[in-house]
């Protein structure tokens, strides 16, 4: 099976960061800014760098973006450029289209021509510090939706030494342990007669006003 390749357009902070992690995955990427000192700056960090328009659709087709199997389109704050760009990469027939928002109208108006997925990093990021911020014990949260989230809750007193059987924590507060995390190692399909260490975090996806429950519930 082919391995993907991804062209990432825009080479802000959020833009090179992406470009950079797939291709630290081994990945091949194609980065693209209008900025040459932007391309200048990830050329080695990625399998090609090139300065071009992305709202000239014959630069783009010179290009051969419409062969990649993922496009990104990572464009500051430029948003005529964001949606131009994405009206034409939509009508190249690129595969799957996602296209950073730099909010909710942006979004929308980023739906409604094509976008395949809609990403708001400010806004996500945003939510991971608030939760950080009142609740230590919460090292990571992703929004899978306006009402569910997954949630990385480290193992506190009142959860140490419990097995998850006892603890029935879907029957309590409707959520799903999906994983253990113990160190490097992941435990993806954690039994019910498994107790839970200090050094332990759980993965738990649920609705949100549930989430916060059980977070309030084991909070230090």
């Known amino acids: 099976m082919k391995a993907k390749q991804f062209a990432i357009i825009g080479m802000g902070r959020f833009?090179?960061?992406?470009?950079?992690?797939?291709?630290g995955l081994g990945y091949e990427v194609?980065?693209?800014?209008?900025?040459?000192s932007r391309t200048h700056e990830v050329v080695n960090w990625v399998t090609h760098a090139v300065q071009a328009d992305s709202t000239d659709e014959d630069a783009l087709r010179a290009l051969g973006v419409r062969n990649f199997d993922v496009v990104v389109v990572a464009i500051g704050q430029d948003i005529q450029s964001s949606i131009l760009t994405t009206l034409i990469l939509k009508d190249m027939g690129?595969?799957?289209?996602?296209?950073?928002?730099?909010?909710?109208l942006h979004g929308k108006?980023?739906?409604k021509i094509g976008a395949d997925k809609i990403i708001y990093p400010e806004r996500d990021m945003g939510v991971r510090v608030a939760h950080n911020l009142i609740s230590p014990n919460i090292l990571?949260?992703?929004?899978?939706?306006?009402?569910?989230?997954?949630?990385?809750?480290?193992?506190?007193?009142?959860?140490?030494?419990?097995?998850?059987?006892?603890?029935?924590?879907?029957?309590?507060?409707?959520?799903n342990v999906m994983a253990i995390k113990t160190g490097d190692k992941m435990n993806i399909a954690p039994h019910a007669d498994d107790r839970l260490k200090p050094?332990?975090?759980?993965?738990?996806?649920?609705?949100?006003?549930?989430?916060?429950?059980?977070?309030?519930?084991?909070?230090e």
């Open 15 to 23: 833009g090179s960061s992406v470009a950079k992690s797939l291709h």
């Open 30 to 36: 194609l980065a693209i800014d209008s900025s040459e």
């Open 199 to 219: 050094e332990d975090i759980l993965v738990v996806v649920g609705r949100n006003d549930n989430l916060q429950q059980f977070e309030r519930q084991f909070s």
């Open 109 to 111: 108006v980023l739906k």
């Open 94 to 104: 690129v595969p799957t289209l996602i296209v950073k928002a730099q909010n909710e």
């Open 140 to 175: 990571d949260h992703i929004e899978l939706s306006e009402d569910y989230s997954i949630v990385e809750i480290r193992a506190t007193s009142g959860l140490i030494g419990k097995n998850l059987r006892e603890l029935d924590i879907r029957a309590q507060y409707g959520c």
